[in-house]
């Protein structure tokens, strides 16, 4: 089982984007791993396809070693940022507190999202927007996939490899984001009146799936 993190990277910096923010800084204390390093590469990523340049300095490092609040503190000393990703929840957090302590406004003047839906997230004071990883999803995938395996009895046929889409869970810590639509027969879609659609060509079930919200995590499957 796979966790898609850099497509999950790419929809949270996107959806900042969105919202209006301007210079997201990266907060990884996951660096030395694989996942912290696909959250990184996602991130970029969404800058370049808005048009944005990517600046290193807002890709922030925090060592095992070193003084969160100290390095958070530097970080913010630059009064551009206007957004915060970070990558769990445990950071995201502390960054809060830092933030209303030093009298930030949030979402209006500082945007917030981390990776891992736990429940943390949900009950702190303003709610934090996170990037759900579906966990419960990934251990029933799991579980199925090794029971079908052990009750068809063929230990020989190869193994599965299958990708966990994430998906945004939208809270107080973030701005409304402007709404793309996936093309301009979308946004004709979106606009008209059932008749005008049918002269359009666009079958119904083509736009039911355009304004479709279910957060269903997606999932693919490779030999």
Known sequence: MVVDDLEGAHRATSHLIRSGCK????????????????????YRKAMLDSGQPVDEELIVRIGGK???ETAMKFVLSDKGIDALLCLEESSAIRSLVLLKQMNYRIPEEMSIICFTNGELPKYVSPSITTISQHGKSIGEISARLLIDRIEGGDEQSPYQTKTIKTSLRERESTRRARRVHASSSGQIALSCG?????????????FRRLTDSSETP???MAN
């Open 23 to 42: 210079r997201i800084a990266l907060i990884s204390i996951l660096d030395n791993l694989s996942v912290g390093k696909l959250i990184v590469e996602g």
């Open 66 to 68: 070193e003084d969160f």
């Open 194 to 206: 059932s008749r005008f659609r049918d002269a359009c060509g666009l079958r119904t079930n083509r």
């Open 218 to 220: 997606p999932t693919s």
